[in-house]
């Protein structure tokens, strides 16, 4: 079974220092690992995505996650916060090795609210 | 490009009551997703379909929980009953995905957020 932890609920930053989000992740085969925010009574809007290659990920509004296998973790990544990335952050898996039927799912962790204060 | 469309955006039903919730995703996508997201709590897979077939629908409660997705397009998830417990939001997303190839990203909806009375 794939599974997602992020061990913080709350991540309190100030506005122009560099913020972490953490993931740590557990599946059976290879990961793919994904970031979403989510803004107040809104969707989930996707922020970047870990296939293959590089571990370190560059996504939308300056965000970067690193993956790390032998940790299992992708942490998520930005190096000045403001105080419009105050949101909700999810962390994502899907193991790569099962494409099909009910394999082919994404397993959310519980979410960690950043707050960024002036 | 219009994004996933979802309605009512709220809804208030006494339990007991039926209820039905729309999603109409992104134009071409294959794939269609419903969520369940309880407060606090990360989106969890009700049911999957790739084109009209429901690929995984393991995690529906399906006593009381139906959907489906009429060509291919539309999708339309109903409770019936209603009880106090599915007091949630429910999400919808939608995704291009082939056989094979690198798992694209799922793109959400607002979501609808029911209230049971």
């Known amino acids: 079974a794939q599974s997602v932890a992020q061990p913080e609920d709350q991540v309190n930053v100030a506005e122009g220092n560099p913020l972490t989000v953490k993931c740590t992740y557990s599946?059976?085969?290879?990961?793919?690992l994904f970031w979403y925010v989510q803004y107040p009574n809104r969707g989930l809007q996707f922020l970047l995505k870990?296939?293959?290659?590089?571990?370190l990920v560059k996504g939308s509004y300056g965000f970067e996650a690193e993956f790390n296998k032998s940790q299992t973790s992708f942490h998520l990544k930005k190096p000045s916060a403001l105080v419009s990335d105050s949101a909700l952050y999810f962390c994502?898996?899907?193991?790569?090795?099962?494409?099909?039927?009910?394999?082919?799912?994404?397993?959310f962790g519980t979410g960690t609210q950043l707050k960024v204060e002036l | 490009e219009a994004g996933v469309v979802q309605s009512p955006r709220y809804k208030i039903i006494e339990k007991k009551q039926p209820v039905a919730f729309w999603c109409n995703p992104i134009s071409g996508h294959n794939t269609l997703y419903w969520y369940r997201q309880n407060l606090g709590q990360g989106p969890e897979l009700l049911i999957r379909?790739?084109?009209?077939?429901?690929?995984?629908d393991s995690q529906l409660p399906k006593d009381r929980f139906s959907a489906e997705r009429l060509k291919g397009v539309d999708s339309t998830l109903k409770i019936q009953p209603a009880e106090l417990g599915d007091s949630a939001v429910y999400l919808c997303?939608?995704?291009?995905?082939?056989?094979?190839?690198?798992?694209?990203?799922?793109?959400f909806g607002p979501g609808t957020r029911l209230t049971v009375l």
């Open positions: 870990y296939i293959t290659g590089d571990n």
């Open positions: 379909y790739e084109n009209e077939e429901a690929v995984d």
């Open positions: 994502a898996v899907r193991d790569a090795l099962i494409l099909t039927g009910g394999g082919n799912k994404l397993t």
């Open positions: 997303a939608s995704s291009w995905v082939t056989s094979g190839s690198s798992y694209n990203e799922q793109f």
């Open positions: 599946v059976s085969g290879n990961p793919y």
